[in-house]
């Protein structure tokens, strides 16, 4: 069968534009879609203990309580993929097990004395570890955590320690967004104390404008819990991972460049709020 020289010219001009684009697309590293791993594109999914939700048009910007999705960001982005977060199965703190991996590829949560880690999964430290700490006005009459007995708490929503005011002290809990929220609500008479975890909060005090809020109340440092990474012992590829960003994270200092971060963000926030002076 004879074929026109319009065709054969067709023909070529439409290989050599295949060539040409194979060629740039493997000098730019990028294979073709039929070599791709066969889990390209899948999420990382990572269990916490609070997922925040999405951000809604026309809402306040919000830092949220805990650094755990700045963390679970970094070690997608370290695997050079993208994050899922899922609530942990389990967050109770009097159990046997702080959370069950199920469909998840990595967990983060807070380990306290009480919980034992599966023998299926390799504990990796973040560097991160806090224990509740309550602000206050420095004028106030509550000198320790049993005369909360009966006295407004503020508390972010996610917070770690959500339901332990109530439980073990009495405290009435008023449950607020984010820490600007309960922060703020402090500032204005809203509530007698704030609880929010210690190493926030200790940054938070060396602002000029929180001069007035130096009365604390803090547990024992004993009872500081690490924030660790929990993952399944099969999971080499993400052990590897996590062991070599905690690694960078110590040597770079990050968790408190980080922290400072957050607290001049959720500073911000409540400057931004307070549209009445601070309560006398």
């Known amino acids: ?110 380990l306290t004395g009480n919980q034992v880690v599966p023998a299926s999964s390799q504990v990796i430290a973040t560097g991160y570890a806090s224990r509740p700490m309550a602000i206050m006005r420095s004028d106030t009459n509550i000198k320790s955590w049993s005369q909360l007995k009966g006295r407004i708490v503020c508390m972010a929503e996610g917070g770690r320690y959500v339901g332990t005011m109530a439980q073990q002290y009495g405290a009435i809990e008023k449950i607020l967004r984010a820490p600007a929220d309960s922060l703020l609500t402090l500032r204005t008479g809203g509530c007698d ?38 993952v399944p012992t099969g999971s080499a590829q993400v052990v590897t991972a996590v062991k070599d960003l905690t690694r960078e994270w110590h040597a770079k200092n990050y968790l408190t460049a980080l922290n400072k971060k957050r607290v001049r963000d959720i500073a911000f926030e409540v400057y931004l709020d307070q549209a009445v002076p601070d309560c006398h």
């Open 1 to 110: 069968m004879k074929t026109s020289r319009k065709h054969r010219h067709s023909a070529a001009a439409y290989l050599l534009a295949l060539l040409a684009t194979t060629t740039y697309g493997l000098s730019l590293g990028v294979l073709p879609a039929c070599a791709a791993p066969a889990d390209a594109g899948k999420a990382l999914t990572i269990a916490m203990h609070y997922v925040v939700p999405p951000f809604v048009d026309g809402s306040k910007v919000r830092t949220p309580e805990a650094i755990d999705t700045a963390l679970a960001k970094q070690l997608a982005d370290k695997l050079h993929t993208t994050f899922q977060a899922i609530p942990l199965a389990n967050t109770n703190a009097d159990t046997d097990a702080p959370q069950s991996h199920g469909p998840a590829d990595v967990a983060l949560t807070t």
């Open 193 to 230: 104390a704030a609880v929010h975890d210690d190493v926030m909060l200790d940054e938070l005090l060396k602002l000029p404008e929180w001069k007035k809020y130096s009365a604390t109340l803090t547990t024992p440092i004993t009872a500081k819990a690490p924030l660790v990474f929990t």
